[in-house]
Every structure is written in structure tokens, then in C-alpha cells.
């Protein structure tokens, strides 16, 4: 199934109904069918060709979502780009992407002209919500094109989209997807957390990523369900969107989650048609899972393991809770996972390897990036970079990514062991351990905490809650406490900056 | 996703789950998936090439299911034939549809024999479930082949299985599917009647038909659900698996269910686990839906609407009901349905068309009926002959099938719409109506009726009802009783037999 044909497909069959709620604003299937060709003819009439590369910069908004579809039935691939990048790295990833046409919204345009000066590939610019020199108004656009489905012969195999992954290592790179991969995920995650025409779903992660473009935003869209968009996280506005837009199903990160749980305001009456609750993207400490079931006793949680290079691929269902507390669950119904020793073989039950998957939901490459493409295909898996474990009966569960592993003394240290050790402690509500050099051991742990609001606790205190509980090479040597962390826009903690000083007059990095 | 990969995922997910409960026996996942795999490599033992034809006649039992996936995993193509055939039926099906390897259940075998003496195609004959002199034993079969996949390269648009059609007019057409018709359909009955990984799912109609077969085993697989197989309908074995197994959900005909609510035995206590009902097949009379829900009221009522050559097409959903009692739904979330005039063009709401599809759910052919086959693909549609109107919300009521259609004094009369009007009659069980020639009018309606147990009716009150609610030209010129209808395996009402003797003179039979 194309991607288009799967909002025509709803279109069909709720033309009426809200595709997409956002800010007040209501857009019907049928608006949004019809402005997805609208948009898809105009970018052919501006010279798109198969596989060319239309860029999108901008936060959640109506006209995401028809980029996102008319892009899809243009034939060319949409490029998502972090709104977050800095000048230099939008410049980077626009030149690298080879995008011809950028679509972005006002508030970045200064960013994006700056960039734009020294990108002559960019033909032509669009402007979502307000008007720019030299821009086109994307209302002016959608005008343009006919409402008629877009004469080009599209292949499921055909790429169609690209979002970017590595915003804690190194440069973001472009995960290119074909329709039938992101088909593939969409389906995940429509059957396993069951999503249907009855649902509004929260989108409250910033598209241009994975976990809500393709993860919560496209199955919806398949189902027929509407969705419902908020531009900017924090807690105040999604429990008035919540409440306004009766939403019913939610995409979330473990942050998102917690500050949902920890708000001083938290008032039960704002999601009362809430009943499911995915999440995925970090590690989600099981206090705040405990905390969101006491306190919304009718949600349903599903834990769910995606990356952007193979989508959705395992699922915690809810009726495995609390049995199966930690796990990530088992595979998706469509798709095929494994954890590995390193050459590919399987690894017995409770045995630590990497977590591998092959077939239609991975990737087609990281583009033009053939050295990383081809380290990420070896025998025949596509590599995710994260250890795990798997039980007799199939539940994985995440150890830790594999470049986040400290070796001390010759021991492999898991952070993520540690981690969940600190999440015991009651004061603690989020917390990061990362290796840093040691002289005698190679590498030592290092544990960064953040308090939770107007709890009290030590070093020392910290120190002993691990002694009691860690093998002493796994003990942090330094305990720090720090008001947040630096995150990627999906809520990732970033290591890389928290490590940096540590390692910086260091030759090898590990 | 390959028909056989649908059941290597389920096994990797749930390897000691049962897949398949039959007669008091259970076969796990894992055993199943081995199973297919011995009989697969045991079939290209015996000389099966890619596209060879496996013959099966076997009323539903496990080895019906390893049947199945094994044929599916061993690139031929599994020809599933009625076990009602008479002799001169069965040597035709298996003569037209080049059977090489027959396997068959242990009662068939003399009809077998003597349909296999006049055709030399047979290399080898398979029994399932006793001993017959001339052929091998299922199990020796299962013995021989080896555990490993089976070394065959197939892919999703080649041809895997076929089902029989026509039971009610002519001879039976094979309709020949891909692995991919049938991966759709597969998809959408499990996301269009919710079943999951809890499911049991009790098989009652038998599975050499596309309902059983594709409908409801097929998905329930690709769910990882447990089936449950009635070898032959009877109530009073169906209470008593529901019970014994846990059975949740189950596809019926109407006349099953009909004989559920009628059963004198009727114990709720049976059903306590049943929650999901599909229906489809024939038309199911209002009463019967409404004496369901109020026996069991935790019931959720799916109607569908499916054909051998197209799948599953639409889907009433439970939360429809009552307000849309009397319509077969909307199309499935990955099909593209129509209601179209001669030309293929749609109609407007409200207006009689007939049902068409296309895409990937669509039959490759009706194998080796290049005519038939040319006379069902027209102006870029499969043409159902089934005729409907759709109102504005996409919602599908059929008509009647185009050829029960009755022209009566230059009028069209639809039997369905004489037969509800039949069964708003208390004492009205099923009825069937149909055409005999009138040398006024051309063609005038008769009314074939069944009486509810217990109840009694005369002609003339059965004229009356008609008058008060149907125009002149609609009510039926003659009324009979009968004590029952000639049915085919899946339940639809033979009408060609009943219309036959007052055709029989006639050179026209319209
Ligand atoms: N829900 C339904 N209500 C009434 N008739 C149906 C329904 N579903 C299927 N049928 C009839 O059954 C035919 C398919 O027969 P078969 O190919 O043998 O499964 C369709 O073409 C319809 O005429």
C-alpha cells in the first residue's frame, strides 16, 4: 500500500470526519485528500521529479500533515528536518539531503535564509504561516495544483521519506524510507496498540522525527482516526487539548510522561476519554509508569521499541503488565527481530547481543552515506546498536546502547543497570550514567541525577542506595546533580555533551 | 508478507501457544510451523515444481491447517475442494484444476478412487486420518519431509491457493489467489474485527471454502490467536466447544447463527467467553441479530461481506449497530470498493449499482476460464455481481445478486427486498425468493418459505402481510412451505435448484 493510498482510503470512508485537529482548527479527510494532491501537482508543476527532495522545517501544524501526503503522491521524498538545528547543521543537512524545495514555517526564516545563501540546489522556497521575501506562501501553492491525483506511477518500493537520526553522536544522518517500510511500521502499530477510526490521537512529539511522523501520525491516518496536534510540548496545553479534543490515544516520551504525572496541577477530568498511552524513544523509569496507572487507573499502557532505521520493533501489550514490567515485549506481528552474538547467530535466552531486524521495515539506506549504510547492514540484519536480552518467551528486554557500554577493569558496565538502580531512590526522577576515563580502570561510572520537585537527598546518600544495591565496579565514582539534562527534540538524554568534558584531551573516545 | 511467514512469526512469538485445538487434540505453534515445514519439503520431495497443484478434501481437522501453510511454503498451489462434490464433480474439479498430489480424508476414499482411475494427472495420493491401499499416510509424509524452511524462492504475487465458487448457478469456479490477495485480506479482518493475540477462534464452516479458510484461519494466524475447528456444524458440538475451548470469537453463516439463537438447548452459560461474532455469506435476517443480542448481550455483532474472487470487502462494526442494522458497512481500511454503473462509473448515494473492487485483494483469475475470467475484470474492476447502493457515509446495503434479479412487467424486482419483507413476519423463519416464467408479465416473483419451529401460518396470511407492505407487482403470485432449503456448504440458499423445474421448459432461463 503507497502511503497515499492510505489517506485516500480514509478519505473514502470518513470524508467528513477531522483528520487533523490543531490549534483550534479543524481539516476534514476530504480537505486534507484534496489538499495532499493540491500540494503534490504544484510541486510537480515547480519541477519536482521522481525522487526529488522536498525539505520541511516547521512544528506541528495542519500543513505538516498535508506535506507529509502530498509530498508522498508527488513521487518525491520529503526531507524532515529538526527545527532545532543550528544555522551551520541546517546547512549541512539541506546540502547533504540535495532538497530542491524547502517548506518552512515563519518563525524559522531567518534560519533558513541564512542557510538558503549558500545552497544553490534550493529552487524553491515555501512559506507556512506568514509571508517572506523571496518565499511562496504555501496557502499560494496549495491554490496552484489541481485537485486531481497526481499522474506519476509510485512504487511501494520507491523512497518517500527521510528523518534523521544520531542527534547524540556525531552528525545526523538521513534514514531513507521507502512507502512499503513506513507501511510496514504503520501496521505495527495500528494492530498491536490498536488504533481505530474511533481514536483521536495525540501528536505531542515534534513530527520531523520518526516516532511521531511515521509512528503515531501515519497509522492514524490508516486507521481513520483523527488527530489531534500540539505545536509546542507542556503540560498545561496537552491537558487542554486533552480535554478539548477528547483525546483518546497519545504517543509519548518518558519525559513527556513524567512531567504529566509530577504536574502540581494534574486534574484527573482532563483526560477522561484518555485510555491508551504508548511510548517509547528512552528508557520510561517504572515509577512513572506505576504513578500513571494510579492515577489514570482506565490507561492502557503500551511500552513500544522503534528506531528511525526499522520502525516499530517490538511491542509491550498492556495486559502484560505489571508481569512483564522492564520488557520492551515481543516483536511486532509483521515484522522479524533477533538478538545476536556478533555474527549474526542468535543468542540463547538471558545471553546479552544486539538487537537485529531484517526485511521490509528497515531502511533502505542512511543516504549517501555508503560506509555507515554498509556497517549497519552486516550478515544480513540491519543492526539497531542496542543490547538486550530476550527471554524463553520471546520479551526483550533493553540493556543499553551499545556505545553507552563502560568497560571497567575489563567488566562490561551497563548504564542503563545502574540507571534503573538510581530510579529506586524516591528523590531521583531522572538520571544518567556515562563512562569516563579512569587511569587504573580504563573507564569508571559517573551518575548525573535530577532531583524530583522539593525532594531533598546527598551524594552520600546516593552513594550508599548504590553500594547496597551494585557490585562495587558498577558504583558511581562521582555523583552530580543537575537541574535537566541537554535532550534531543525526541527527549533523549544527550550523553555525548554530558561526557564531552570528560573526555575531551583523550584520544580515543571508546 | 508470504502466507508462510504469517505463521513463522506467530511461532517465534508464541512457540508453545496452541494454534490449533480440534477433537480434544492441540497442536502448538512451534508444532505447526515444523509441521508446514516437513510437508512443504516432503511435497518438493515428491516431485511438486513451483506452481504445482496440491488437491485437498478433508473437513476441517489439524491437518487441514498443516495443509495449508505447507502447500504455502512449498511454492505450489493448494486447491481446496468441497467434500460434498458428487463423484462426476470431483473428477471434473481435479481433472480442470491439474492436481498433481491429492490429499485426502480417510471417509472420501472410495469417491476419491474412483475419480482417480480417469485421471492419470495424479502422481500421488495422500491419507489423512486412516489407511487406504494406494496411498501414503499423512503422517509418513510428515515423517519423511525435513524441519528446515524449505528451500524455495516465492514471492507475494504468486499464486498459492484455490477456492471454488459458483455452488449456486453452474459449475464450480476455481479462483486462483496470490499470497499477496490473500495477505490483505487476512489484514483485514483481523484489524476490522479486532482479533489479537487472546483470541480463540472457533472455525465451524469448513475451511475448503474462502471463509473458514482465508476469512477466519488466515487471520487468526497472522494474529498469533488460538483456532478452534468443528469438524462437522451441529449445535450442540459448537456449545459445547465454545465452552470447552474458551471459544471468544467465530465466523458463522447466517443459518448457524440462526440455529444458535433457535437451539431449545440454549445455555448462555456455554458462551460465556464468546464475544466477537463475523457474519456473512447470505443475508442474515434482522431477528436473528436481535435475538442474539438480547441472549447475549456481550456479543459484538461484525458484519462482512466477502467473496471467494475479492476477499473481504466490507465491514459493519459492532459499534454500528443498531442504527445501521441492514447494511453490509463500509469498505475494509486497505480495500478500494465501488458501486458502479455498466460503465464503471459510480453511482450517486442511494442509487442501485453493482459491487465492485480492485487492487491487491483481487483474484489473479479463474483459472482456465480465460472468459469467465475476461467477463469478471471489465473497465478496470472485478465485478462482484452482487448489486447495492451506498448511502453518504459510505455505508453499503446490498440489493440482490444481478442474476436473481427478477424483471417482472418491465420492472425490477428484487428477491432480498420481498424476502425482508418476508421476515418481519412472526412466523417466518427463512425464505427464498426467485422468478418463474409468466407469459403475461415475463418473469413474476414465487416466496419459498420455512417455518419457525412451533409456528403456524397459512398462505393466505402470508398474501396479506405482502399487500399491506410491498407494491402489486412485488408480491409473490405463489406462496410454498418447505421444511427446509437446498443450501451450499457455506450456507447460501441453492435458488437455481429451486428455480429449476419451472425453467426447465423454457429456452431463455433469464
Ligand atoms: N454479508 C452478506 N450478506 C449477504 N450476502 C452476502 C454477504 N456476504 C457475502 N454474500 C454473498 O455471498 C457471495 C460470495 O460467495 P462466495 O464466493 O461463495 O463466498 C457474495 O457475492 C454475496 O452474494
Known sequence: ??????????????????????????LSYRDLDLAANRLANALIDLGLAKGGKVGIISRNRTEYGITFFGAARSGGVLVNISVLYAPEELQYVLDKADVEILIFEHPFAEKVMAARANLPRIKTLICVGGEVEGAIPFEAILARGSEDHPPVDIHEDDPFSMTYTGGTTGRPKGVLTSHRNRMITAHTVMVEEAIDERDVVGIVTPLFHVAALNIMFQPAVLAGA???????????????????????????????????????????????????????????????????????????????????????????????????????????????????????????AGEIGELVSRGENVMLEYYKEPEQTANFFRNGWGWTGDLATVDEEGFVTLVDRSKDMIISGGENVYPKEIENVLYEHAAVAESAVFGIPDDK?????????????????SEDEIVAHCAERLAR??????????????????????KNILREPYWRDREKKI
Chains 1, 2 share one sequence.
Not at 500500500?1 to 482548527?25: N, Q, V
Open 1 to 26: 500500500m503507497l502511503t497515499g493510498d492510505m489517506l485516500r482510503r480514509s478519505a473514502e470512508r470518513f470524508p467528513r470526519k477531522p483528520a487533523i485537529l490543531w490549534d483550534g482548527t479543524s
Open 441 to 457: 580502570w580504563g573507564e569508571v561510572p559517573v551518575a548525573y541525577i535530577q532531583i524530583k520537585a522539593g525532594m531533598v537527598v
Open 473 to 494: 565496579f558498577k558504583r558511581p565514582r562521582v555523583v552530580k546533580f543537575v537541574p535537566d539534562f541537554p535532550k534531543t527534540p525526541i527527549g533523549k538524554i544527550q
Open 226 to 348: 483523527t488527530s489531534t496536534f500540539l505545536s509546542k510540548w507542556n503540560v498545561a496545553d496537552f491537558a487542554a487539548m486533552a480535554r478539548t479534543t477528547g483525546m483518546t490515544a497519545v504517543f509519548m516520551v518518558p519525559t513527556q510522561a513524567s512531567m504529566v504525572v509530577s504536574d502540581p496541577a494534574f486534574d484527573a477530568a482532563n483526560y477522561k476519554t484518555w485510555t491508551k498511552l504508548a511510548f517509547a524513544g528512552a528508557p520510561m523509569p517504572d515509577w512513572v509508569q506505576r504513578e500513571l496507572l494510579e492515577k489514570l487507573p482506565d490507561l492502557k499502557l503500551t511500552q513500544i521499541y522503534g528506531q528511525s532505521e526499522v520502525g516499530v520493533l517490538t511491542v509491550l501489550r498492556h495486559w502484560y503488565l505489571p508481569g512483564k514490567l522492564g520488557s520492551i515485549g515481543r516483536q511486532g506481528y509483521n515484522v522479524d527481530v533477533a538478538v545476536v552474538d556478533r555474527d549474526g547467530k542468535p543468542v540463547k
